[in-house]
């Protein structure tokens, strides 16, 4: 696991999150800052010239936005109302007539807003393949003003890994930003910052927050260049923030960061390992599995685990897998991920046939359960 500029392990700045101390009480947590609007003095000047109006900034948010931007060893990070809000917030930057490159298996909320988004703005889209990021090299053929390079790494639900570094070279050379959407690798096992990436997203709804009560986003950059200061500038005017409560409980939730996500980590290890020898499972995806096509990338840009996200092929098809999550007893199924509970999933059922996500499979979401329990769920299911 690696170490954050100033030194301190990524486990003590997320154990420190929101490091403080009160004071007036004596209080070691921050309290919630609810006020949406603050004061000013007898020659109206801000009694606390930080603090205006929430919309633009909150000392709640901020709590949680340095200890996110540490966390990635970047320099600012901002949070919006969701995951999809902060990727939306990162488009909404481009002009029409621009070219995105995003891979062919990713998060499907993410890809259907974008192909309704690109379609209206005129902004142009190419696929290429999540497994291999030379291919980036081949969607950007013929076009001059490819300003995104989208990775989304371990991908969802097909767990395909890119490698960061090489698609952060490519990217540049062509004089386009390279994005990464790591809410499955989690700061834990990788800082794409450190690979040359220069935008992180996170749905801080999954493991950031950890326990499946919060919905919110993050965006952390490596520096302040103009596409930043475009979507600070587009968060402030059209305001996709969350709550003050919801960033306080981020807060709470990221102190445990560390803990959760490598137990539930070495779980998904233990769980890919029983399914991967089970007679009624075709196939495991994962990238902590050798076999994996991955493997060896992960094994260079994710330190420490391969995450806690896996997929799964059941032998028999879709009524098959079907079947085994309905007989599951422990393990709920239930759609997202990062929670502290194991969940499980026919994405099958919930993306459009084009995208071809195999009928039998099955997308597990390891929580910290003890693995024993969770496999004998999985086995008597099977
Ligand atoms: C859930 C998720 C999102 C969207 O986040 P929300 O908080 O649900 O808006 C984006 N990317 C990935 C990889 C996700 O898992």
Request: proline share 4%; net charge negative; hydrophobic share 40%.
């Amino acid at each position: 696991m690696s170490k954050n500029p100033n030194d301190r392990h990524g486990s003590t700045i997320a154990a420190k999150a929101s490091h403080f101390l009160d004071v007036h009480s004596g209080a070691v947590v921050p309290g919630i800052e609810p006020s949406t609007t603050y004061a000013r003095d007898d020659r109206y000047n801000l009694i606390n010239a930080a603090n205006g109006y929430t919309r633009d900034d909150n000392p709640t948010f901020i709590h949680a936005e340095r200890t996110i931007a540490d966390l990635e060893n970047g320099e600012e990070c901002r949070l919006f109302a969701s995951g999809m809000a902060a990727i939306a917030a990162i488009f909404y930057t481009l002009r029409p007539g621009s070219h995105v490159v995003i891979p062919d298996s990713m998060y499907w909320g993410a890809k259907s807003w974008l192909q309704t988004h690109c379609e209206r703005q005129d902004i142009a889209i190419t696929e290429y393949d999540a497994g291999d990021a030379q291919s980036i090299e081949v969607a950007m053929e013929g076009h001059t003003s490819t300003k995104i390079v989208w990775v989304e790494t371990p991908s969802n639900p097909m767990m395909h890994v890119t490698d960061i570094a090489q698609a952060a070279e490519i990217a540049h050379a062509h004089g386009s930003m390279l994005c990464v959407d790591s809410t499955a690798a989690t700061p834990v096992f990788t800082r794409p910052l450190d690979h040359g990436a220069d935008l992180v997203v996170h749905s801080a709804t999954k493991y950031l927050n950890g326990h499946s009560d919060v919905l919110s986003g993050a965006v952390v950059t490596r520096e302040e260049h103009s596409l930043w200061q475009d979507l600070t500038q587009e968060r402030h005017d059209a305001g996709a923030l969350p709550g003050s409560f919801e960033a306080w409980l981020l807060l709470r939730g990221m102190r445990t960061l560390y803990v959760r996500v490598g137990a539930a980590s070495a779980n998904a290890q233990n769980i890919a390992e029983f399914l991967q020898q089970h007679k009624s499972v075709e196939t495991v995806y994962y990238p902590g599995l050798e076999s994996h096509p991955g493997h060896e990338i992960a094994k260079r840009q994710m330190d420490g685990g391969f995450g806690a996200l896996l997929s799964f092929g059941v032998v028999g098809g879709k009524s098959a897998a079907l079947a085994v999550a309905s007989k599951l007893q422990l393990i709920v199924s239930a759609t997202s991920l990062g929670g502290v509970e194991t969940l499980i999933e026919h994405r099958h059922t919930l993306e459009p046939e084009e995208n071809r996500i195999p009928e039998n499979l099955l997308r597990l979401s390891v929580g910290i359960e003890q693995a024993d329990d969770l496999i004998a769920d999985l086995d008597s299911a099977l």
